[in-house]
């Protein structure tokens, strides 16, 4: 972060933390320079370091917040349709690489690498999407979402977003991982690089995500595996009323190492039966 990046965050912080309501105008022009680098791409809510682990900026987090605090919603209209809301949505796609198929629709403090189509879909404020990715029909990127290069959103795909509690991680989407259609993801999850979820899965920060290509299940939490691929399973769970199936993730192979992308891909999903 440079000098004067940093010295942004303390004027956002510091007001954030003073809970100012009718915040001067250094502190206002601090919070809509936050924005607009979430918006360019110059800053992001969180950012991978150098060890492949994930730092969170929560302080853009607090600006996101702030320019809620700051802004009074305002009508506006696209063709026919009205609406009424405090951030506009981002128009001057002239130049910028990237392809809106109508009603696609994606909020100012938002970010899309060239090469980025976006079909009629929704990203939200603070969410970042990185070179030629596809959000496919109906796919939702929640507030402040990472979203890798080369990843493919399918249809009816869901990204949960987070502003609060602050520091908490965003969902996080590694480069080249593939969603297959209507799974959720949400409550931090990350999913690791060119991993692929099959049609359906659902991933919280308390599903089970387990793998069974050993000779015993192995169980974790809150992160796939890069290169993993997945499917939706259940699991026995015990209750006062009895023993009941809840669901759960299902690890049951790797991408080969030994394939490019795109083939290993296909043979990633004809191998394993997934349905996408």
């Not at 320019?67 to 910028?96: C, M, N, Q, T």
């Not at 809106?100 to 100012?108: M, N, T």
């Not at 290509?213 to 290169?227: C, E, L, N, Q």
């Amino acid at each position: 972060m440079d000098v004067a990046s940093d010295s942004l965050q303390q004027l956002v912080a510091r007001a954030f933390a003073d809970g100012v309501k009718t915040p001067d105008s250094s502190v206002r022009d601090a919070v809509e320079r936050a924005i607009a680098g979430l918006d360019s791409g110059e800053l992001r809510v969180a950012e991978q370091l150098p060890d492949g682990g994930w730092q969170v900026n929560s302080w853009l987090q607090q600006a996101i917040l702030l320019y809620f605090r700051l802004h009074e919603s305002e009508p506006s209209e696209a063709g026919p349709l009205g609406f009424y809301d405090k951030i506009p949505v981002k128009k001057d796609w002239r130049g910028s690489g990237v392809r809106v198929v109508p009603p696609g629709v994606a909020r100012y403090g938002s970010y899309l690498a060239p090469g980025v189509i976006l079909m009629p879909g929704f990203v939200n404020i603070g969410a970042r999407v990185g070179a030629g990715t596809m959000i496919d029909t109906w796919a939702t990127v929640g507030s402040s979402a990472q979203i890798g290069a080369g990843v493919h959103l399918s249809g009816g795909v869901g990204i949960g977003g987070v502003l609060e509690p602050l520091n908490a991680r965003p969902v996080i989407i590694e480069d080249g991982a593939f969603i297959g259609s209507r799974c959720v993801v949400v409550e931090g999850v990350m999913v690791g690089a060119e991993a692929v979820l099959g049609a359906g899965v659902i991933l919280t920060a308390s599903t089970p995500i387990i793998d069974v290509t050993g000779a015993k299940p192995v169980v974790t939490k809150g992160v796939i595996a890069p290169r993993a691929v997945v499917i939706p399973g259940t699991t026995d769970k015990q209750f006062p009323a009895g023993t009941f199936g809840t669901p759960c993730a299902l690890v049951i192979g790797r991408r080969s190492e030994s394939t490019d992308k795109k083939t290993s891909l296909n043979e990633a999903l004809r191998e394993f039966g997934v349905a996408v």
